[in-house]
């Protein structure tokens, strides 16, 4: 034998009867607290062919796997159930379902098993592992040793390597599992579909041993346009950092007070906006240690009814997309996002909303380069355990990860703290502590949620009015509410004191030539019908700021199951081959061209 041997057994057959087996791996929560500022930083790769097995009974934690290291299965003296250094292979990032058709509906465990080298690493004095999402709780395993679990399925996290690293090789154990419980945010019942694996990039980062931790630059809200300021977060000895702006002239020093620092600095840029997309290099050097990002200025806020971007009224013309696709799930590419967004801009688009979870990073910076404004959301969906403390604890987190992730990104214009979830004292508590936690963590950006409206006495009521900056509107007249004249109602009797957003409105079609019926619900014709009249209505109302329909493209949803559905939403203004357009999407290109033609910009 090269190596000693794993004893799977242990103690006796306490395996197969300790349902208390993950109560050694319940600790260590790997949070936000970890962050580190990557912009700028070359970073070693671990995307390609992992080790890779699903696991339905977590038989890997009972009889510890990640123990395991490399010996010739002839070798072997005990009895095993999965060998990760003589497997199956999966390529990550990817979704275990659309890689491999036994494994569509399967909910559970699986296990990522890669090699890694210290001499393929680049030198430094620390090593952070970067990943960029894993659905929805991962654990992490390096040389047999626990590191901690990560919560939430569609933000990064980061594990610090640096002792745990030996020389030769290592073994790196992710145990990712999708199960949808009570107590994680989304919860049980969702309308779109469970993804399970690592499907964003694995990366490691090589550091000196003071670094740099976070760095949000910003326009200062309410300065006129005339003062940029940079708030740095370090980790090491070090009292002060250097900041530069080159293009604006700015190289500046940062005073840290116990690793923290903040510095206003006036400065006139250019204003970052849909019709002038403007971004500056901006750099932060601490020590050794150095970081940059492209960043664009920009101030949005409200007054009264009113969306300001840069002080001036704009009309949110948007629509929502799901992070979604046929063949390979939830993995986004820049290919597919430049398609989602030429999509987007075709139909006369200022704005979209990243629909029900925070998308892939990439998302942002490429909309901060084509000028397109994003709505991000946390996935607080239906119902959530509002009263559990363990599950707002679990939505802050997500909150804290995907606002430290993409604040530096102007498209970014609204942060959502959630969607449809029935008014409740519980839920309004909840989701009023995250919206206090993003304006606290971000005050350049507007806090919104997705509500529904009061049907009782139709009237847009929901308290959590008060507690955001736009109120969004989830509302389906003319599909699960064929009476418009409600919607006529609701517009008249209802006098917000702050902009409204319609999130979500349509209806679900299949176009003829995919099997789809001439008439009726599922009809082409019976969506555009429904477009028209929801453009009818809503164009009277005043305090309508911005209109994202439902939804860019058709989705898979498991709970839609009818002969039109087949396990799929329709509602998408292009088919699930992200090519074919329905006619609503040219309603909705017409309505959005006479709004910038009639001087909404």
Same mark, same amino acid.
């Given at each position: 034998m090269t190596a000693k041997e794993h004893d799977p057994i242990g103690d006796g057959h306490e395996i197969l009867h300790n349902e208390d087996y993950d109560a050694p791996f319940r600790s260590k929560i790997i949070g936000h607290d970890g962050w580190l500022f990557t912009g700028g930083r070359p970073a070693?790769?671990?995307?390609?062919?992992?080790?890779?097995?699903?696991?339905?009974?977590?038989?890997?934690?009972?009889?510890?796997?990640?123990?395991?290291?490399p010996i010739d299965p002839k070798d072997r003296v005990f009895p095993y159930d999965w060998d990760p250094f003589n497997s199956e292979t999966t390529p990550v990032p990817s979704t275990w379902q659309t890689v491999d058709e036994r494994h569509y509906l399967f909910e559970g465990a699986a296990w990522y098993v890669r090699t890694i080298n210290r001499a393929d690493l680049s030198t430094g004095a620390r090593h952070f592992l970067r990943i960029g999402a894993a659905a929805y709780e991962c654990k992490v395993f390096v040389n047999g040793t626990y590191l901690g679990r990560h919560q939430g399925a569609s933000t990064p996290f980061f594990v610090e390597l640096t002792e745990h690293l030996r020389d030769g090789?290592?073994?790196?154990?992710? $145990? #990712?599992?999708?199960?949808?419980?009570?107590?994680?945010? +989304? !919860?049980?019942?969702?309308? /779109?579909?469970?993804?399970?694996?690592?499907?964003?990039? #694995?990366?490691?980062? %090589?550091?000196?041993?003071? &670094? #740099?931790?976070? !760095?949000?630059?910003?326009?200062? +809200?309410?300065?006129?346009?005339?003062?940029?300021?940079?708030?740095?977060? $370090?980790?090491?000895?070090?009292?002060?950092?250097?900041?530069? #702006? +080159?293009?604006?002239?700015? %190289?500046?020093?940062?005073?840290?007070?116990?690793?923290?620092?903040?510095?206003?600095?006036?400065? =006139?840029?250019?204003? /970052?906006?849909?019709?002038? +997309?403007?971004?500056?290099?901006?750099?932060? =050097?601490?020590?050794?240690?150095?970081?940059?990002?492209?960043?664009?200025?920009?101030?949005?806020?409200r007054e009264g009814t009113d969306i300001l971007l840069n002080g001036q009224p704009i009309f949110m013309r948007g629509v929502a997309v799901h992070e979604d696709d046929e063949h390979v799930g939830k993995v986004s590419s820049k290919a597919d996002l430049a398609r989602r967004f030429a999509h987007a801009k075709e139909m006369n688009c200022n704005f979209l909303r990243l629909a029900h979870y925070p998308h892939h990073e990439d998302a942002a910076r490429m909309a901060d380069e084509q000028g397109l404004m994003l709505w991000e959301e946390l996935p607080v969906y239906w119902a959530i355990d509002f009263t559990n403390p363990a599950t707002l604890a679990d939505a802050t987190n997500q909150l804290h990860e995907v606002v430290r992730r993409d604040r530096n990104r102007a498209s970014v214009v609204i942060w959502s703290v959630g969607n449809e979830n029935p008014d409740s004292d519980p839920r309004f508590d909840f989701m009023s502590s995250?919206?206090?936690?993003?304006?606290? !963590?971000?005050?350049?950006?507007l806090i919104s949620a997705a509500c529904l409206v009061d049907?009782?006495?139709?009237? &847009? %009521?929901?308290? !959590? %009015?008060?507690?955001?900056?736009?109120?969004?509107?989830?509302?389906?007249?003319?599909?699960?509410?064929?009476?418009?004249?409600?919607?006529?109602?609701?517009g008249k009797n209802s006098h917000p004191d702050r902009p409204v957003i319609i999130t979500e409105m349509g209806a679900d079609a299949v176009i003829p030539s995919m099997g789809g019926p001439e008439?009726?619900?599922?009809?082409?014709?019976?969506?555009?019908?429904?477009?028209?009249?929801?453009?009818?209505?809503?164009?009277?109302?005043?305090?309508?700021k911005g209109i994202s329909p439902w939804v860019l493209y058709d989705f898979r949803a498991e709970r839609r199951q009818n002969t039109w559905q087949k396990g799929w939403n329709r509602k998408g203004l292009i088919a699930q081959d992200k090519a074919t357009k329905k006619v609503a999407f040219g309603i909705m290109q017409d309505f959005y061209a006479e709004l910038m033609n009639t001087g909404n910009p």
């Open positions: 070693h790769s671990l995307n390609g062919d992992w080790a890779f097995t699903t696991d339905l009974h977590f038989n890997g934690l009972r009889s510890r796997w990640f123990e395991m290291q090789e290592n073994y790196l154990f992710l $145990c #990712v599992d999708n199960l949808r419980t009570l107590d994680r945010v +989304p !919860m049980r019942h969702t309308d /779109w579909f469970n993804y399970g694996g690592l499907y964003r990039e #694995v990366e490691i980062f %090589a550091t000196p041993q003071d &670094i #740099v931790r976070d !760095m949000f630059v910003h326009l200062v +809200p309410g300065s006129d346009f005339g003062r940029i300021r940079v708030e740095v977060e $370090c980790d090491g000895a070090l009292h002060e950092a250097q900041f530069t #702006v +080159p293009e604006l002239g700015i %190289a500046s020093t940062i005073p840290l007070s116990k690793g923290r620092g903040a510095l206003e600095i006036d400065a =006139s840029p250019a204003l /970052w906006s849909p019709d002038s +997309p403007k971004l500056y290099d901006v750099a932060l =050097s601490y020590g050794d240690d150095r970081v940059s990002d492209r960043v664009g200025f920009r101030e949005i806020r995250l919206a206090a936690s993003a304006r606290a !963590m971000d005050p350049t950006r049907l009782h006495q139709l009237k &847009i %009521a929901d308290r !959590m %009015a008060s507690v955001i900056d736009v109120i969004g509107i989830n509302e389906y007249f003319g599909w699960y509410f064929p009476n418009y004249e409600d919607l006529v109602a609701i008439t009726g619900r599922f009809s082409e014709a019976f969506m555009g019908d429904v477009y028209r009249k929801q453009i009818e209505i809503l164009r009277k109302l005043d305090y309508i």
